[in-house]
């Protein structure tokens, strides 16, 4: 072959060899670096990370108080008030406070306090006024009040003695015997109408004290008369 031949088939085939390098080069693919791979994918991951979280709303804490204690009210409860209860004899007083009946003590004889032996009789006499606008009749009466009837100090109940009108007084009078047993006692007795309604009350205090009275018989022994026979006169 001649040398010009020799030189074409060289450069040709030098051509093809340069040729199948560049080919190679280009289709193969490189061998990736280990550390720049986990720097991508750690770069990766956190990006996913940030736009993960940035998506999530944010959580405000919420700060739930204590449940408040409610104080229970304390009910006060306020005793009832103690009323005193009074014995009817307490004082004078006019039980009937809407009848047109109405009285006033003037005045009583023996006072409250009188000491009597035990078994003494005495008279109680009370004077009443009429201040209502009523005539007291004979119908009215004097009339003993309590339950205990030993209290009655022996006495009975009365009809008035007289018509009393307006302004004016009657005695009320009653037969009285102290008790046997020494102590104080209280006779109570009321005023009352002619319908039954008691519109007044009165009563009496005494004290019995010492011993009973006793009546001791004296018997007198009449002197004896001896007939004497007198001496016959010898003629």
């Given at each position: ?17 340069i ?68 014995t ?7 039980p ?35 201040i ?21 100090l ?33 006779s ?48």
């Open positions: 072959m001649s040398p010009r031949k020799i030189l074409a088939l060289s450069l040709l085939s030098l051509m093809l060899v040729l199948s390098a560049c080919a190679s080069s280009a289709s193969r693919t490189p061998t990736p670096d280990p550390a720049q791979i986990y720097t991508e994918v750690a770069q990766t991951v956190q990006a996913g990370l940030t736009q993960t979280a940035a998506a999530m709303p944010t959580a405000t804490p919420t700060i739930t108080p204590p449940p408040t204690a409610t104080a229970t009210p304390t009910l006060e409860v306020t005793p009832p008030a103690i009323s005193e209860t009074t009817p004899a307490a004082s004078p007083t006019r009937g406070a809407n009848l047109p009946d109405r009285a006033e003590w003037v005045s009583q004889s023996p006072a409250d306090g009188t000491v009597f032996l035990p078994g003494q009789e005495f008279t109680m006499t009370w004077t009443i006024r009429n209502g606008d009523t005539t007291w009749t004979t119908a009215y009466q004097l009339r003993f009040y309590l339950a205990n009837q030993a209290l009655r022996g006495a009975s109940d009365i009809k008035f003695p007289k018509e009393v009108k307006k302004g004016e007084t009657v005695d009320l009078s009653l037969s009285m015997k102290a008790p046997t047993t020494p102590g104080d006692y209280t109570v007795w009321v005023l009352t109408n002619a319908n039954g309604q008691n519109f007044y009350t009165v009563y009496v205090t005494i004290k019995v004290t010492g011993a009973t009275a006793t009546v001791t018989a004296t018997h007198t022994i009449a002197p004896t008369i001896t007939n004497t026979p007198e001496p016959t006169a010898t003629p």
